[in-house]
């Protein structure tokens, strides 16, 4: 939530050569709009059409993908990024995350308009050991947009290198 997912994945969609897709885009494109999905069906009915989402892309060409941030909080989501992706995590302080959510005055499904600072540290420490479980973490938030994607693309090409993966798919959560 407001690490820069959706910007930087952009850049690094150009960088890489590879499509971008952001799976709240897909998930809204199939579904409506997301506060409606959690009003109607609560996190578990979002979470099963994200996980949709996700299988979806991930069954296509590689490309980069922009991930809700509790996406990793689904078992089944998460099991299929672990064998199907190369996991990034922009590792982005909580201060200057809750700074973007405060500056940003967008309606978060589980964090509201005007988050309590307390109740995003909370969801952060609540998620951040599946984050750093990610394949690749890139601390923040002093770079360029184009700078965290120029890292991540040189990143990624080291570890296909290293690996021998001919086919990279790279996920920004």
């Known amino acids: 939530m407001a690490s ?5 994945g952009k850049y690094l969609a ?6 971008f897709i952001d799976t709240d885009d897909l998930v809204v494109a199939r579904h409506g709009p997301i506060a409606a999905i959690f009003e109607r ?8 059409a994200e996980f949709e989402a996700v299988r979806d892309a991930l069954g296509g060409p590689p490309a980069v993908l922009a991930l809700g ?13 672990v064998a199907r992706s190369l996991r990034v995590y922009l590792d982005v302080p909580a201060e200057t995350i809750l700074t973007r959510l405060h ?3 967008t309606e978060r499904p589980l964090a509201g308009r005007q988050p309590a600072d307390a109740e995003v540290r909370a969801l952060l420490a609540a998620r951040e050991p599946l984050y750093r479980s990610s394949d690749l973490i890139v601390p923040g938030p ?3 947009k184009r700078g965290y994607a120029v890292e991540i693309a040189e990143r990624i090409r080291e570890t296909a290198a290293m690996t021998g993966v001919r086919r990279v798919e790279a996920l920004a959560e």
């Open 4 to 8: 820069g997912k959706t910007t930087i």
């Open 14 to 19: 150009r960088e890489i050569g590879a499509p």
């Open 41 to 48: 069906h609560g996190e578990a009915g979002f979470r099963a």
């Open 69 to 81: 941030g509790g996406a990793v909080t689904n078992p089944l989501t998460y099991a299929l990024l």
């Open 103 to 105: 500056r940003s005055n």
């Open 142 to 144: 002093h770079k360029t």
